[in-house]
């Protein structure tokens, strides 16, 4: 249970956090432990595993209706308790959490449109697979008299002179390759790659919500939990990069000590000293 100075609650292993069907108007964001959203439909199956940093039952407190699904703790789970009365000052408070949650629901609308576009090239299929009816027999054509001969044809005309050749054109010079940088995280001086084959670059940390894993992971290096899990992009412009800083981040993204605002492409080089959140790297050549 939760108490005015305290928002958390505890469920221990196998407890039903919510079922499907109840009325709700709250939800949860996982602190520690494992918790199995699960559908009548689909029995004992889950339908999605959650753990830390994850959050459920906001569909119920958005939009008023019952809950669409039911939560069990799997093991032992601390998990901050949001009610409707507070959603809107935590989100004011947290525009990260928002910015997940509508992800979270354009991830779902993705699948939604995914899974009836497979049901209807499934159908299309099936019916393609299907005997054609068998056609009516259309009665015999009455026998027609032999035509004349066709007039010889006119000789043909003269055929005009062919054109001269035209020169053809150059060949367009090859665009320049891109320059091979990596990152250098400045306390352990490993150095991430940013691989020239690739355009585009996410810089953050691993979502288990809506399983994103970033290309730049710097998770590991984050202990004081200051960088956003979809934190900013490197952008790759031809043989120039950038660094954009992604809507929702909190903890700002720096530029050799400049930052920069969320949006905005920044051009890198090496020798600039990049800052996500606490985290320093120093762009270098490999």
Do not use: W
């Amino acid at each position: 249970m939760s108490t005015a100075k305290d928002p958390f609650v505890e469920f221990v292993a196998g407890t039903a956090i919510f079922n499907e069907g109840d009325t709700g108007a709250d939800m949860y964001i996982i602190e520690s432990g494992q918790v199995d959203i699960v559908r009548r439909a689909r029995g004992d199956e889950p339908v999605a595993s959650l753990g830390p940093g994850d959050f459920f039952g906001e569909m119920a407190m958005l939009e008023d209706q019952p809950r669409f699904a039911g939560a069990i703790a799997r093991t032992a789970v601390r998990a901050l308790r949001v009610e409707r009365a507070a959603f809107a000052d935590m989100l004011r408070q947290n525009v990260e959490i928002a910015v997940r949650i509508m992800r979270k629901l354009v991830g779902r609308q993705k699948r939604a449109e995914q899974r009836a576009q497979d049901a209807i090239a499934e159908l299309a299929q099936l019916r393609s697979a299907a005997p054609a009816p068998r056609e009516a027999k259309a009665p015999a054509a009455p026998e027609q008299r032999p035509r004349a001969a066709p007039a010889p044809a006119a000789p043909p005309a003269a055929v005009a002179a062919a054109p001269a050749p035209v020169p053809a054109a150059p060949p367009p010079a090859a665009p320049a390759a891109p320059q091979k940088l990596g990152l250098r995280h400045g306390g352990s001086g490993q150095v991430l790659l940013l691989d020239p084959g690739r355009d585009e670059f996410l810089v953050g940390r691993p979502d288990p919500v809506t399983g994103t894993n970033p290309e730049i992971n710097l998770g590991p290096f984050d202990v004081n939990r200051t960088l956003s899990r979809r934190h900013a992009k490197i952008l790759r412009e031809g043989a120039l990069y950038c660094v954009r800083e992604e809507v929702g981040t909190t903890n700002g993204t720096f530029v050799d000590n400049q930052r920069i605002k969320t949006g905005t492409s920044v051009a890198l080089k090496p020798g600039s000293r990049l800052r996500f959140g606490s985290i320093e790297v120093d762009v270098v050549a490999v």
